[in-house]
């Protein structure tokens, strides 16, 4: 799988590629998550389009409030309401 190294967020990149390292060696269609039905396949699918898509937002180019929004939870917001 192709590295993230020239995306214009390094840290976006830097966990690209830490997931590419994991996902690489994984069986074709292995289940992630049970519980979601997460697959192997699905997460190289997300890294290819990431991969395809890393220079499509720049930083200059996001509004001023859109920087507060991206504010990271210590949990992933998974529950429905």
Known sequence: ???FDDT???DLGAA???????VEPL????VIDAGSQ???RDLALILRRLYATRHAERPEAVPADAA???VR???PIT???
């Open 1 to 3: 799988m192709a590295d």
């Open 8 to 10: 214009f967020d390094p």
């Open 16 to 22: 690209c590629n830490r997931l590419a390292a994991w």
């Open 27 to 30: 069986p074709e269609g292995a």
């Open 38 to 40: 997460l697959t192997e």
């Open 68 to 70: 507060v929004r991206r």
């Open 73 to 75: 939870a210590s949990v």
């Open 79 to 81: 529950a429905k309401g």
